[in-house]
């Protein structure tokens, strides 16, 4: 449903018109930053809750009382088996089992022949396996393909589908048998997933390259005309996208900054004048961009 946009100083724009405002912007910019936040992985179909984790979890629903995906995950299971049934599905569905995903796809068309690069608190691989260059993306939180060491001992991780679909396979009555968990090849304790979830959240090789990435994009366009594009990021981690495009725009006279959300859109006043912020499903606006 559209909506209409009020701007700062009086009058008000219809949604239409500030998507065709911003779709206009997006096609000059020569530079754009995106933050894509959960929000864009619900909009393309990867939503933790409703029917879609019904469909995958409700025997975890009926035992344990938690309704989405992103609860499961926390939660303190009474036995292993149980953590590695809960996550092998979680990890399969949500990283191996994926169809293209049209939005994605449609976002790397307005960016394509630009300087872009991806900053994003998404962890399902949903940018790459849509043909999002991998040198041009930075996963801050980690990555449901990966396991590390619990403890952990070391600071690599590994590669887990071949170990995911085994543990998805040989599950019963919502448990794992015990030969089929993933333990460190240096240590021998437990492995767990690469998810930034507390301290033991181990950045290896791969993530400190694609920060240096990063840093590198920002420092040559920090002057520049460019984009800041923020599309799906909610309240959970504000310092990680949010906080720092308010303040690039705001100390850069030559950047724009442009929030895509559904119920969770707004600015400081500081950069109003250089912001578009449209409340709208993710999907549909691309559609119209």
């Keep these: ?22 779709g206009e912007i997006i096609r000059k910019a020569k530079n754009i930053l995106i933050g894509a936040g959960a929000g864009l992985s619900t909009a393309a179909g990867c939503d933790y809750s409703g029917e879609r984790f019904k469909k995958y979890f409700s025997d975890f629903e009926e035992k344990y009382g938690f309704h989405d995906m992103y609860s499961g995950g926390f939660y303190p299971y009474d036995t292993p088996g149980e953590f590695w ?23 790397l068309e307005l960016v394509r022949n630009k300087d872009y690069f991806v900053l994003t608190t998404n962890v399902d691989h ?15 939180q980690g990555d449901y393909g990966l ?10 991780t590994y590669d887990n589908e071949k170990s995911v679909r085994k543990m998805l396979e040989s599950q019963k009555n919502m448990s794992v048998p015990e030969e089929f968990f993933p333990h460190c090849p240096k240590c021998g304790e437990m492995m767990t997933t690469n998810l930034r979830i507390d301290e033991t959240f181990v950045e290896d090789a791969g993530w400190k390259l694609a920060s240096a990435h990063y840093q590198k994009f920002l420092h ?29 725009t705001a100390e850069n006279e030559k950047s724009f900054y442009i929030c895509i959300n559904k119920g969770q859109v707004f600015a400081p006043k500081e950069i109003s004048d250089r912001s578009i912020l449209i409340d709208g499903d993710i999907k549909d606006v691309l559609n119209l961009l």
């Design 85 to 107: 049934a809960f996550w092998s599905r979680n990890i399969y569905y949500n990283r191996y089992d994926r169809p293209a995903s049209d939005v994605h796809k449609k976002l």
């Design 220 to 248: 040559r366009h920090f002057s520049d005309e460019i984009v800041y594009l923020e599309l799906g990021v909610g309240g959970n981690t504000p310092g990680i996208i949010k906080y720092p495009f308010w303040s690039f």
């Design 1 to 22: 449903m559209l909506k209409c946009v009020i701007i700062p100083g009086g009058g008000v724009l219809s949604l239409k018109d500030e998507i065709a405002r911003a």
């Design 147 to 156: 396991f590390q060491c619990s403890v952990p001992c070391h600071n690599r």
């Design 126 to 140: 949903l940018f790459q396996n849509n043909g999002f260059d991998k040198s041009r993306l930075f996963y801050t």
